[in-house]
């Protein structure tokens, strides 16, 4: 056997994404289309953009209830001062009673122009403490059963007929597509339009898809349906030429992984590839210890969600009108500190909504107190908003599916009118 | 259940006397056994192994299906030299966290280099592949996450040498004691800073839901906070960065809650000390739950995703009456009917992958050039050693991976392109591949990598793609070769 192995360094992490604008691709040069053109979509609604918070996000120091005395009692060291208070970072004022982490100020101004809106003491109203079940009923939409296995969002795009052939209905970013697109039709799971090809020559490549086609399509349904779909994607995601695209309105986006999965979202949502739902994971809330106040591991992890909204924001510009975007946790923490400068889990959290279609006030909630005897099992944030209600009237009035029973069966989702109006069913002009 | 009780259900008798010189014309012409037939030897290759290799298919094949597992369940009688004089290139992995963080607190890069090379040489060239398969199990259900902040890979490396790999077929009990005092699990779920009196519950509800008992295992939220109580003051030696620290673990009295505590109502009485802890881990090891959590992902690693109710009843009672032996678990398992007829099982992208390098006989000399596209294109399928990023391991069912199956298309090219050293698999089919042509490569590599022999349409798409890439033989075989590592059978186990 040989000894000969080189011990050089193979672990050069990750960056990938951030090699993009340097690829050699040579793509048709980006042209910012006529937005949001129809081939595939007819008759659908806006682009969903779903961020799933993993660990659960201590929503509490988010949108912070700055009006509680409570919240300072409990939370001696990991407290965010009140906007006026004489420290230097401090909660930013959003409507007299909540505040934004300072970490999320990018967002203030978008809150403030009425294009975003919290749901606030909202969450999956299942007891589990358990990160693994509290995801698991959130994103399959049926808290409390394990009958339906399908996800909620891909149970919206399989009962919306929209009549598309799109290849990329559902986009998960990452290594494999989130629980809640499971079951949908034309999802596949992409971490870099620009890396998405078969490698070779052009005519080998061409020649290996198409056998690796015919051999996938001898077997189960699953395995056919998931090579299909990728030979798919690769032809459709190579059409839009990401090399060349160029954010609008002088965005800039953070080279975050979580961020380049919002720019190349939006650049997918621009070209008309039937783009309907991408579901965007953002890791690490799980804050046990060392989460930190106005500075820590969460406000970290704040600033890069509010940097990668925010650009996403400024992108979009005027597209934002065919745009949701929701942000969830699969559930709040503690109100309580604990000894090693964190929160263990809660209940309760908050939901964040993106959308020039937004009626509703910066924040919402049935807000009933933090005190004990209002507290879920005596200490943890009550849910007074089941999340399938925003969820729904996000599907009936920006997506133009009224099959809300499809997507979360047995379910009787209660009105909370967080938009304008009523979606039209004509595609956009 | 007997191998041969398993050929008479699957009515393939003639296989007992197959002669492995021809494998893939063997399984049809010899033995009846038809295409898409499951073949004992390649079956147990998949499931206790990494892959087929040149060598081990005739080694099983010689020494039968019982004896090789019987071998596979005694790691230490199997003489492993030629990996571990391959390990000596990953020096650091015999160091202790205490001195690694001396030494390597601003770069921990050779650090992970290292653990995460040996783990790829392990999986390829180590003789003692179901060790290492368990390894890779144990790794998943205690699942630490490299990047949380340091100290935590150089308290892994510990941890995987040390814990993982030292319980990896023994007692459950020891193997869950010696993860309770892992520094590097007290570290990861946050309980080497827990004390009275706001006790830090992260390790507690992961020590029921994801090590014992399960997520409907019978515990309740008072559970898991009388089990955090119990485990107060268990910490590890040092601050929070270990600097001039051995991180070794040590209990702290004085932030233990030394109160009495109810936990699935047995009371552990006032006045005690870490012993609180040790009684929470007796109860928790031998409760009817934790046996059946443990053999249903056993039996899910090695048998199907959805394991039926008697091989899950029969595993835990193993493990019920043995008090937690997984040794004896596993024989359970290995001798049932579900095992012989399990279903296919979709790989995962690290057995996919380290399946690859096995197959194509690749010497150790390309782990230096391979190691970083091994790395990479783990990470492209988000399947690298100890980076899933949560407690609960990296999944293990086949849908979970389906959704992204280009990078293990490219990973197959490359494997096939990079221009590797295919000695020992030129080697192989000079042996037993008497036919030169084309199809006699084909219907022969097939077998080798399936463990079938291919339909005729399959023959037909391979040969045509094989053919239109290229005018040598050599061209065509290498075309051919990634095809059939891109094909469907091959992603399956």
């Not at chain 2, 881990?281 to 899910?300: C, E, G, N, Q």
């Not at chain 2, 221009?419 to 000079?430: C, H, I, P, S, V």
């Not at chain 2, 990598?449 to 050599?474: C, K, N, P, W, Y």
Request: hydrophobic residues 40%.
């Amino acid at each position: 056997m040989s000894h000969n192995v080189n011990r050089r360094a193979f672990l050069k992490a990750s960056a990938t994404l951030a090699g993009l604008a340097a690829a050699q691709h040579t793509l048709p040069a980006w042209m910012p289309r006529l937005a949001f053109a129809q081939p595939y979509n007819n008759p659908r609604g806006d682009v969903l953009v779903v961020i799933f918070l993993r660990g659960g996000a201590d929503s509490m120091n988010m949108i912070v209830p700055y009006a509680e005395d409570a919240y300072y009692t409990a939370r001696p060291t990991l407290a965010i001062p009140r906007p006026d208070a004489n420290t230097g970072a401090k909660a930013l004022d959003l409507d007299g009673f909540f505040g934004l982490h300072p970490a999320l100020a990018p967002l203030l101004p978008i809150f403030q122009g009425g294009g975003m809106t919290a749901v606030h003491a909202a969450g999956s109203p299942h007891a589990t403490r358990s990160h693994f079940e509290a995801m698991s009923f959130m994103e399959r939409g049926t808290p409390g059963s394990y009958d339906v296995t399908t996800g909620w969002v891909g149970r919206h795009l399989a009962s919306l007929d929209t009549g598309s052939t799109s290849p990329v209905r559902g986009i998960g970013w990452g290594t494999a597509v989130q629980q809640a697109l499971s079951g949908g039709p034309s999802i596949v799971a992409m971490q870099s339009i620009i890396n998405y090809h078969l490698n070779g020559d052009t005519q080998s490549a061409a020649n290996m898809l198409a056998s690796l086609g015919s051999l996938y399509s001898l077997e189960s349904e699953s395995l056919s349906a998931a090579a299909l779909s990728t030979q798919a994607a690769i032809e459709v995601v190579a059409s839009v030429g990401y090399a060349n695209y160029t954010p609008q309105n002088g965005a800039t986006y953070p080279e975050y992984e979580f961020a380049m999965a919002l720019r190349q979202t939006a650049a997918l949502a621009r070209a008309d590839v039937g783009l309907e739902v991408a579901c965007i994971d953002l890791g690490g809330w799980d804050t046990h210890a060392q989460q930190g106040s106005v500075e820590g591991d969460q406000a970290l992890l704040m600033l890069q969600l509010a940097g990668g909204l925010a650009a996403f924001h400024q992108d979009m510009g005027a597209d934002m009108n065919r745009v949701t975007v929701v942000v969830m946790s699969e559930f709040g923490r503690r109100l309580a500190e604990n000894a090693s400068l964190g929160t263990d889990h809660g209940h309760g959290g908050a939901l964040l909504l993106m959308s020039d279609n937004l009626s509703a006030a910066p924040v919402v909630a049935n807000w009933v107190g933090l005190t004990p005897d209002v507290l879920d099992r005596g200490e943890d944030l009550p849910i007074t908003t089941d999340y399938r209600d925003v969820l729904t009237e996000v599907l009936t009035r920006r997506l133009n599916n009224d099959q809300v029973n499809s997507v979360f069966p047995d379910y009787a989702p209660q009105s909370l009118n967080l938009f304008n109006g009523q979606m039209s069913s004509q595609p956009p002009a | 259940m007997k191998r041969r009780d398993f050929l008479k259900l699957s009515g393939a008798a003639g296989l007992a006397g197959l002669n492995a010189a021809l494998i893939g014309k063997a399984l049809s012409q010899d033995s009846g056994f038809m295409p898409g037939e499951r073949d004992p030897v390649a079956h147990v290759i998949n499931r206790l192994t990494f892959g087929v290799n040149p060598q081990l298919y005739d080694y099983v094949h010689q020494i039968g299906v019982e004896a090789y597992i019987d071998e596979q369940l005694n790691p230490d009688s199997i003489d492993d030299s030629e990996c571990d004089q391959i390990l000596t290139f990953f020096p650091l992995i015999s160091q202790s966290a205490g001195e690694l963080v001396s030494q390597y607190q601003d770069n921990s890069e050779p650090v992970a280099i290292n653990l995460i090379g040996s783990t790829f040489v392990r999986a390829i060239y180590s003789k003692r592949q179901l060790h290492e398969r368990l390894v890779q199990f144990w790794s998943d259900h205690f699942s630490i996450f490299l990047a949380k902040d340091a100290p935590m890979i150089f308290l892994k490396v510990d941890d995987d040498r040390d814990v993982i790999r030292a319980y990896t077929l023994g007692s459950f009990r020891d193997l869950l004691g010696a993860d309770a005092h892992s520094p590097a699990m007290l570290f990861y779920l946050d309980n080497f800073e827990s004390s009275v009196p706001y006790p830090n519950e992260n390790y507690a509800r992961e020590l029921m839901e994801l090590h014992t008992l399960g997520v409907n295992g019978g515990y309740t939220e008072d559970d898991v906070k009388e089990v955090a109580r119990a485990f107060t003051g268990w910490s590890i030696v040092g601050p929070r960065d270990l600097l001039g620290e051995t991180g070794a673990f040590t209990f702290r009295s004085n932030q233990h809650d030394t109160d009495e505590k109810v936990v699935l109502e047995h009371i552990l009485a006032a006045g005690r000390g870490e012993e609180d802890g040790e009684e929470v881990l007796d109860i928790l090891a031998s409760h009817p739950s934790t046996a059946r959590f443990i053999a249903t992902k056993l039996a899910r690693r090695f048998v199907s995703d959805f394991p039926s109710d008697t091989i899950v009843n029969a595993a835990a009672q193993t493990f019920t009456d043995t008090s937690g032996d997984i040794r004896a678990t596993l024989r359970t398992i290995f001798a049932s009917e579900e095992f012989w007829n399990a279903p296919p099982k979709f790989k995962r992208p690290f057995e996919y992958t380290m399946g690859i390098i096995r197959a194509l006989g690749y010497p150790a000399s390309i782990i230096g050039e391979f190691g970083e596209p091994l790395f990479q294109a783990l990470q492209g399928m988000g399947h690298v050693p100890f980076l899933w990023p949560a407690p609960n391991g990296y999944p293990d069912f086949g849908a979970y991976w389906m959704s992204n199956l280009l990078p293990r298309w490219n990973v197959a090219i490359a494997a096939v392109a990079n221009g590797g050293d295919f000695t020992a698999l030129r080697e192989f089919l000079n042996q037993y591949n008497a036919s030169d042509d084309l199809d006699g490569f084909i219907t022969f590599m097939s077998g080798y990598l399936f463990g079938r022999e291919l339909t005729e349409q399959e023959l037909t798409i391979v040969r045509d793609f094989s053919l239109a890439a290229g005018s040598s033989l050599t061209e065509q075989a290498l075309a051919g070769t990634a095809l059939l590592i891109a094909a469907p059978a091959f992603q399956l186990a």
